[in-house]
Nanobody, 121 residues
Framework: QVQLVESGGGLVQAGGSLSLSCAASGSIVSINTMGWYRQAPGEQRELVAAMTSGGSTLYADSVKGRFTISRDNAKNTVYLQMNSLKPEDTAVYYC???????????????WGKGTLVTVSS
């Protein structure tokens, strides 16, 4: 089993920045992909950004150029730097991990509890 704990959410004004972190523990040697997903009220959970152990990344079109995912394998941690935030970025952000190379939410094996990001206009 793998445990994921997110941190770094909060309230920020439009145009501002936030950084999220997700620390993994447990059977971490089994992890390939780690990523960030978000779910706004009344919406489906969607991919924000994900990174494989080989360094391949995938971003949602809506965040390209504004968000950056990074990964520190020595610390078993994945980060999401969010810049130029917009009110439509408001959501609960979830960290997720997969044993295989995967990007869809349905392909992830482990999930954190989520952290709320609120962007005010």
């Amino acid at each position: 089993q793998v445990q994921l704990v997110e941190s770094g959410g909060g309230l920020v004004q439009a145009g501002g920045s936030l950084s999220l972190s997700c620390a993994a523990s447990g059977s971490i040697v089994s992890i390939n992909t780690m990523g960030w997903y978000r779910q706004a009220p009344g919406e489906q959970r969607e991919l924000v950004a994900a990174m494989t152990s080989g360094g391949s990344t995938l971003y949602a079109d809506s965040v390209k150029g504004r968000f950056t995912i990074s990964r520190d394998n020595a610390k078993n941690t994945v980060y999401l730097q969010m810049n130029s935030l917009k009110p439509e970025d408001t959501a609960v952000y979830y960290c997720a991990a997969a044993r295989n190379r995967a990007f869809r939410a349905g392909g992830m094996d482990y999930w954190g509890k989520g952290t709320l990001v609120t962007v005010s206009s």
